[in-house]
């Protein structure tokens, strides 16, 4: 750190990423306003190699190692991720000091510009859905079988671009809402996938803040923006994704929500998925827990349920067919 009043921001260097970020050092300036918050970005593993689907890189840490480095060697002194890219299980000495309020976590479909379709059920037989996530191909392949996916790499806009060109192969993308409506793209989404077809990806909405387990100054100062149900729900996903040991680019699938239970109180309730990859199979648990007492040791105990009741229906399998393709 420059100096106790200058607290440096590590962020990837992408237009989206570097929107969230600078949210965060907004709110940070707001509640802290004798200090500054300069922010350094990077680029990542994940920004350099477009020219292959995510899940078949292999690489858990595609878009936070370089930043992790750089907080390691203190070059940053934190940095601002979207949770879902961040690996379950995090290098020695780092932690995550905050996770702030979550924004609509669900996917979207974008239709391609001049095309009058509206859903993805209006769209014809053969039509090209462009995205690389296992996730997002594997449900959606088991609701619309007659479907074409080919992947899609690049930053949001450029992805958009490659979507609207009329040369192009694209008939829609499959994009997450929250990053949509945090780059101003609202009017782009065509339909928001509901439970029933598309479950989100972990963490999928909600930014995170990781510091160095040992700077106290630190994490005290994150505390302000800290929202304690994304937490809980993010923790329960979590849990569930590194019990499977599975990584961003699995096709795994999660709905979280606190329901009201009859006696008052409220419960956390965990859906989750694993799905092989063609859609041919699709495998789903779901249980909840009052996690208000215990906090993210009882969500994390409600992901491990979750989890297990998956592998005993035969999640394992699944996931290491998909390894074994891999390799």
């Not at 009741?309 to 999640?315: F, H, T």
Request: net charge negative; aromatic share 4%; hydrophobic share 40%.
């Amino acid at each position: 750190m420059a100096s106790s009043s200058e607290i440096t921001i590590g962020s990837r260097k992408s237009q989206l990423a570097l929107i969230q970020t600078k949210h965060v050092q907004q709110l940070l300036e707001a509640s802290f306003p004798d200090h500054s918050f300069p922010i350094t970005s990077m680029t990542t593993i994940g920004d350099q190699i477009l020219s292959k689907p995510l899940f078949r890189i292999g690489e858990k840490s595609l878009f936070t190692k370089e930043l992790e480095i750089a907080l390691q060697n203190k070059v940053v002194d934190l940095v601002v991720h979207s949770l879902k890219d961040l690996p379950t299980t995090l290098p020695e000495g780092m932690t995550i000091a905050a996770v702030l309020k979550r924004e609509n976590p669900r996917d979207a479909l974008v239709i391609k510009e001049g095309l009058l379709y509206k859903s993805v059920d209006e769209l014809p037989k053969g039509s090209v859905i462009g995205t690389g996530s296992t996730r997002r191909i594997a449900q959606l392949k088991a609701a619309f079988p007659d479907l074409v996916f080919q992947d899609v790499r690049g930053n949001l806009n450029t992805r958009l671009a490659k979507l609207d060109d009329p040369n192009g192969p694209y008939s829609a993308l499959v994009l997450a809402v929250a990053g949509l409506e945090r780059l101003e793209m609202r009017h782009r989404i065509s339909q928001i996938f509901p439970s029933n077809v598309m479950l989100y990806a972990v963490g999928q909405g909600a930014l995170a803040v990781e510091c160095r387990v040992d700077d106290k100054q630190i994490i005290e100062l994150l505390s302000v923006l800290e929202d304690k149900d994304t937490r809980l729900r993010c923790s329960a996903e979590r849990s569930l994704l590194r019990t499977l040991e599975g990584g961003c680019s699995v096709p795994i699938g999660v709905n979280t929500e606190f329901i009201e239970t009859q006696n008052g109180t409220r419960e956390l309730k965990l859906l989750g998925l694993v799905a092989k990859l063609d859609g041919s199979e699709v495998i789903k648990a779901e249980a909840q827990k009052n996690v208000d007492e215990d906090g993210i040791e009882a969500a994390n105990e409600l992901g491990r349920e979750v989890a297990a009741i998956l592998i005993e229906k035969g999640a394992n399998r699944i996931l290491e067919e998909l390894k074994t393709s891999r390799q």
